[in-house]
Every structure is written in C-alpha cells, then in structure tokens.
C-alpha cells in the first residue's frame, strides 16, 4: 500500500486578488473619480438607451399606423356590382352602362376611388366595383 503525506494545505491562487489590492494601495486617490462596474454601467448607459429606443418605436408605431374612422364618415353607401373588364372597356364606357341617370364624371371618380386605379388603363378579366344606380 503507498502512503501519501500532505504536510500542509496547498492553496492555488491566481495572483488576481493580490495585483488588485497593490495596485489599489498604490494609487493616488483622486477625489471625486468615479468608477462603475459593470452593473453601473449597464444602468448608466444602457437603460436610457434601451429606454429611448422603446419611446421611438412607439412614436414611429403611432405616426406609422392606419387611421381608424369613428362613427360615420358622413357619406351614403353605394349600392355597387362587380364587372368583369372585358377587352376594350373604359372606366367612361362603364360609367355610362351602369349609371346613365348619373353625371359620368362623378361615377368615373367613384370608380377609380372604389377601385383604387392608378391610372386610366383596364386589364381585360380583371374584377372590378362600378356603382350602380341612382
């Protein structure tokens, strides 16, 4: 059997804590010097930049977000159908077909506004609204 003698404690440092305490007694103090850890920074710094960071996200999320209508815009529904644009249809020519009691004008802007058209060009098979009647 082999017989193993310890004649004292072995403590195994790093030198850390030494290097630390004499270069704490060693140094000047400077009155006033403030020194944050890492937790004091993240607080002094951090914080208030994640704070802000939040605040401009939700002041871009309130400019930035659809408009909700309250109540009643005060205009009356139109009674609409829905055309298939064949080839050679005009927004004018379908004014005239649906509403010829109307003034063309007026059912040509409800046409383009119900239809949100850019422009006055129609694809031939696409679905459109055209407000019918009086």
């Known amino acids: 059997m082999a017989q193993i003698a310890l004649t004292a404690p072995a403590f195994f440092t790093t030198g850390r804590a030494d290097a630390q305490n004499t270069r704490d007694i060693n140094r000047p103090r400077v009155a006033g010097r403030l020194e944050l ?3 004091g ?3 002094l710094i951090g914080l208030p930049v994640m704070l802000a960071a939040t605040a401009v996200l939700v002041l871009a999320g309130i400019f930035t977000a659809p408009v909700m209508a309250a109540g009643s815009s005060g205009t009356a529904p139109v ?3 829905t055309v298939s644009v064949m080839h050679g249809d005009t927004v004018w020519d379908l004014a005239a077909e649906f509403a ?3 003034d063309r004008q007026q059912v040509v802007a409800e046409i383009t506004e119900m ?5 006055s060009v129609l694809v031939p098979g696409e679905q459109i609204f055209v407000p019918t009647g009086d």
């Open 79 to 81: 009674d609409a159908t």
């Open 115 to 119: 239809n949100d058209l850019r422009g």
């Open 41 to 43: 920074r993240f607080i």
């Open 100 to 102: 010829p009691d109307r």
């Open 37 to 39: 850890t890492r937790r």
